[in-house]
């Protein structure tokens, strides 16, 4: 739906109970979080990054670099996915 066909007089008679309810209906929304969630909760520092310099074929660079930004990151966490696989069965 593009901004032509958005129903603003309809938008702006929602209520802030009418928008709560619409929020907790949605089966796609975030759940609500609470005090208890945020007590838990703890700050998580990804390791450092190091720079190197890495030779990749280049159909796997052109494969990383077709979804756009952030390619470098999808290929460390398929890297990160690779070494955590290993470790588990080694230590199994």
Same mark, same amino acid.
């Given at each position: 739906m593009g901004p032509a066909q958005i129903d603003w007089r309809a938008s702006d008679a929602l209520t802030d109970e009418d928008i709560a309810a619409a929020v907790r209906d949605d089966p796609d929304a975030a759940p609500l979080l609470g005090d208890e969630w945020f007590d838990k909760a703890r700050l998580v520092t990804p390791p450092p990054k190091e720079l190197i310099s890495i030779r990749v074929d280049k159909d796997v660079l052109d494969f990383f670099r077709s979804d756009g930004a952030g390619y470098q990151t999808r290929i460390n966490a398929v890297l990160? @996915?690779?070494?955590? %696989?290993?470790? =588990? =069965? =080694? %230590? @199994?």
């Open positions: 990160r @996915a690779f070494m955590e %696989h290993d470790q =588990k =069965k =080694k %230590h @199994a």
